[in-house]
């Protein structure tokens, strides 16, 4: 149950620092509309863009209904992001859940009071942009599908079942 209970803590932070953040571009940095840009850093800058789609722009909100739809969509997989991260045991998975449960809360609440995601983080080397302009809940969405898929693809069955067991791999081995 800690693990669970620090999943929800990780994912409250992940939503705060969202929330923090996009309430900073948009009030004391001053980037209050479309295309108002901060430069920082040769390869970063603040560059206010509104999302009225998903991931990548995709499924784009242009109507009321489409908006809504939207938020109920992500909400109903927020709610089952957090079922599966209650039924989670081991801390990976959780943790994975959790920064995904963060960001989308986080970009849930975007659209629901704005009709749009506030995105702002503009990583490029000279024009060339590797990703499309983020925000704290889209990189901690991505981390955690990011870590999700590994420990699916790159844990063995048998270090799970020994971790369910409270037994490390090597341990087991050398009993069998």
């Given at each position: ?46 560059y206010r ?47 994975g859940l ?51 898929l590994a ?26």
């Amino acid at each position: 149950m800690r693990n669970r209970l620090t999943g929800v803590a990780i994912a409250f932070a992940i939503y705060a620092a969202d929330q923090i953040t996009k309430w900073w571009v948009d009030g004391p940095l001053g980037l209050k509309v479309p295309g108002d840009k901060l430069d920082l850093l040769p390869f970063f800058d603040f560059y206010r863009v509104h999302n009225y789609g998903v991931s990548l722009g995709l499924f784009e909100a242009t109507s009321p209904e489409t908006r809504w739809a939207l938020v109920g969509v992500t909400g109903l997989i927020a709610l089952l992001v957090t079922v599966w991260m209650f039924r989670e045991k081991l801390f990976g998975d959780i943790l994975g859940l959790s920064l995904i449960l963060g960001g989308a809360l986080g970009n849930i609440k975007d659209r629901y009071e704005l009709g749009y995601v506030l995105d702002f983080a503009d990583f490029h080397i000279g024009e060339f942009r590797p990703f499309l302009i983020f925000n704290i809940a889209d990189a901690a969405i991505t981390i955690g599908v990011v870590i999700i898929l590994a420990r699916a693809f790159f844990m063995r069955d048998k270090d799970v079942d020994d971790m369910m067991d409270g037994k490390p791999a090597d341990a087991a081995e050398s009993n069998t």
